[in-house]
């Protein structure tokens, strides 16, 4: 588990299926702390 998503609540909660899941990978590649935690 993440500590940094405990921190951090993902921003995308609340969105529509389609926006979690582009807003997530557009974090992945924004932030090396959510590699591989999709």
Request: glycine share 6%; charged share 20%.
């Amino acid at each position: 588990m993440s500590t940094n998503l405990a921190i951090h609540p993902p921003v995308w909660l609340g969105r529509s299926p389609r926006q979690n899941f582009k807003h997530k990978q557009s974090n992945e590649l924004k932030s090396d702390n959510f590699t591989g935690h999709l």
